[in-house]
């Protein structure tokens, strides 16, 4: 049952989804208390500086979409709908139902974008946990590209576990992750090293070289343990500061904001948007990039990547309510609210923690919390995506039946 309280055949919209059933949470956002006020210069989107500016073209039916910072930060995109998907963690499958309930993705296998002058954007963790994680950011470059083409555009922020694996912390890799690699390096070579027409393509082809890979049963087989060291290198080559996937992680920001929307992975607090939103996010490039000064000061943005209350660390508006008492709560309200002032936006959109209850949104629905666990090396829950209009905003759902409600804290 559809329970919207705007409508859903608006010209903008792409078809309707054959596959999901749409509910929860089609509501307004509060109007600011107060006159919200940047503490960093706002971008100016009449600029023609193309070192800093980008147009994703228009149609007749709307403006076009302007981008301001490189990683991308502030996006302008007048009337469009937005969508946004939390954590894939590596699984490809989960990720095409997710794109295809949003209307994005094309539903007979081609990997078409369906989504017209839609923004879609992705909050990260797409690495760890998967087998799939470079077809998951070569599907996404494919559709960048084609949204692009028509008026639309794709956009990501990084999560902690990008950052983890640029730094070398390969914990939480799938053994699927590592071939995957080994493969890819492989396919680059075949490409002369051409990264583009490697990265782009590679979503057609990973899986025919997946289903073709012949792999011995025994995980201690001898063979098995030389092809994980070899994946081990391959994962090191290709994600190390300056590497080519690394450099690749670079183009997106740690935070993005679109029209009067945050997006980030973990959440942001006042001291983030007072050391600058677009700061942080031009240190992180510049660290993935392996610009900094020397291997022996690899210059980590501590204030984005590190620490409990970094950016994309950050679990201060994600976590159960039973977690605070109420004096706690109206703390992190107040928190969230000086957040948005500063940064001159209504809400915030993020991932990183799962929601067991699937999306859903907080504290005045100021806080939107889009992790639903949907991967199978997490939760392997039911895909859920939010979208935006205007200052609406629901869920869609699929119809799958609800997952057997887990111990969350076993996955983070």
């Not at 090293?193 to 990265?199: N, Q, V």
Request: aromatic residues 8%; glycine residues 8%.
């Amino acid at each position: 049952m559809v329970t919207d309280s705007y409508s859903v055949s608006s010209a903008l919209s792409p078809a309707k989804p054959t596959m999901a059933s749409l509910c929860l949470n089609s509501l307004p956002l509060p109007p600011p208390s107060q006159p919200r006020k940047l503490l960093e210069t706002p971008p100016s989107f009449s600029s023609s500086s193309p070192s800093s500016l980008n147009s994703y073209g228009k149609t007749e039916a709307s403006k076009p979409i302007v981008v301001s910072g490189n990683p991308p930060t502030f996006v302008s995109a007048p009337g469009r709908r937005i969508v946004a998907v939390g954590d894939l963690h590596g699984d490809l499958d989960q990720t095409r139902c997710a794109l295809e309930m949003a209307g994005v993705l094309s539903s007979d296998g081609e990997d078409l974008w369906t989504g017209g002058e839609t923004v879609l954007v992705q909050l990260g963790d797409i690495l760890d946990r998967g087998e799939d994680e470079i077809a998951i950011l070569s599907l996404l470059r494919s559709l960048d590209i084609q949204a692009k083409a028509e008026g639309g555009a794709v956009f990501q922020v990084n999560g902690n576990h990008e950052s983890m694996n640029v730094e070398g912390d390969f914990r939480f890799v799938d053994a699927g992750g590592f071939d995957e690699c080994i493969d890819f390096l492989e396919y680059l070579d075949d490409c002369r090293d051409d990264w583009e027409e490697a990265f782009v393509d590679w979503i057609g082809v990973s899986q025919k070289l997946k289903e073709d890979r012949k792999m011995p049963q025994s995980y201690w087989d001898p063979w098995n343990l030389v092809r994980r060291q070899k994946g081990v290198i391959a994962r090191s080559i290709l994600l190390r500061p300056g590497g080519p996937l690394a450099c690749e992680l670079a183009r997106h920001a740690v935070v993005l904001k679109v029209n009067d929307w945050l997006f980030c992975h973990g959440g942001l607090v006042p001291h983030h948007v007072a050391y600058g939103i677009e700061r942080m996010n031009k240190e992180v490039s510049h660290w993935m990039r392996g610009l900094s000064e020397s291997e022996d000061d690899p210059n980590i943005p501590f204030i984005a990547t590190r620490g409990y209350d970094s950016v994309v660390w950050n679990r201060l508006y994600s976590r159960d309510n039973s977690d605070f008492d109420d004096y706690q709560s109206n703390q992190i309200h107040s928190i969230l609210e000086k957040t948005l002032q500063a940064a001159g936006a209504k809400a915030m959109v993020v991932g990183h923690t799962p929601q067991t209850v699937g999306v859903n949104c907080k504290y005045n629905c100021s806080i939107w919390r889009i992790d639903v666990g949907m991967s199978s090396g997490v939760l392997n829950s039911r895909p859920e995506v939010l979208e935006i209009r205007g200052d609406k905003a629901r869920v869609i759902r699929s119809e799958r039946d609800s997952f057997s409600e887990l111990n969350v804290v076993d996955y983070i």
